[in-house]
């Protein structure tokens, strides 16, 4: 009998820990003025809906091993960032191109914070949260990880918010946030919480043509308090990248983002389950 005993226990231990499995969530930003006035779903999906991480998310999940993926499209109108409309984004560009030589000057990238809509999209996520607690409801989750890209970061806030009593949070990969100085969360409930993006706001920034213009980039709230060699930080493109793969959008698209594998093992920064 105690040899039967002993055998359940291991059964179960084993048939528990083969049915946990991490959470691994991808959130995308905008989409694009062609999709400008549409308004998030905030439903969970099993796939990307759009198109948005083309195999990015591909190469991320294969560091994530025994995990789940699921999507939020977290695109919201231009009117919620800090360009608030078109006409600003085209001025800054063309301005960027003629003020390449300085490194910071507050009239060519936008960067005043969207307070409204950055909220906006915070509350968007909460709904977001709300669909993942009820889709882990009677599961055997283990860590909840993040991957969000421009828009998708309050996004993610606001996931954080409705999930934070009932979940364990793992790894935060956070990939050229928008309005990121707005609002910050306790990053020390994270394994490891990384920004990744243009180098801008410090000494050795880049010059303005070669910054990120779509989302100019800015410390996420607290992250410079973590341990910076094993819970996160910042990290920027390399210098050895190629000029031309950089720029004002460029240095934002995920499209541009190969340098990102550039990261060793031992380089802060690099990241696994």
């Given at each position: 009998m105690a040899k039967k005993a002993i055998f359940t226990i291991v059964f179960c231990w084993f048939y528990t820990l083969a049915m946990s499995q991490d959470i691994l969530v991808f959130i995308n930003g905008y989409r694009g003025p062609k999709?400008?006035?549409e308004l998030p779903d905030n439903k969970l999906h099993l796939k990307d809906p759009t198109g948005y991480w083309y195999k990015l998310d591909d190469t991320i999940q294969k560091r994530f091993k025994n995990t789940t993926s699921v999507y939020f499209d977290a695109h919201h109108p231009l009117s919620t960032s800090a360009h608030r409309v078109f006409s600003k984004v085209v001025r800054s560009y063309i301005f960027s191109r003629f003020c390449w030589f300085r490194k910071d000057s507050r009239w060519v990238l936008n960067k005043d914070i969207n307070e409204v809509g950055f909220q906006e999209r915070v509350e968007n996520g909460r709904l977001a949260g709300m669909a993942l607690r009820a889709y882990l409801e009677g599961t055997e989750s283990g860590k909840i990880h993040f991957v969000c890209h421009s828009m998708g970061y309050a996004y993610m806030l606001g996931i954080i918010d409705v999930l934070g009593a009932y979940v364990t949070f793992g790894k935060a990969l956070i990939l050229s946030p928008e309005d990121a100085s707005a609002q910050g969360r306790d990053w020390a409930v994270f394994d490891e919480v990384?920004?990744?993006?243009?180098?801008?706001?410090?000494?050795?920034?880049?010059?303005?043509?070669?910054?990120?213009?779509?989302?100019?980039?800015?410390?996420?709230?607290?992250?410079?308090q973590l341990p910076p060699s094993t819970k996160g930080g910042r990290i920027y493109i390399p210098d050895s990248y190629s000029k031309r793969k950089l720029g004002f959008i460029k240095s934002h698209h995920l499209a541009y983002y190969d340098w990102f594998y550039w990261i060793k093992p031992e380089d802060r920064g690099y990241f696994r389950q």
């Open positions: 999709y400008d006035q990384w920004q990744y993006g243009a180098r801008a706001d410090e000494k050795n920034a880049d010059p303005l043509f070669l910054q990120d213009g779509i989302a100019p980039q800015k410390a996420v709230v607290g992250i410079e």
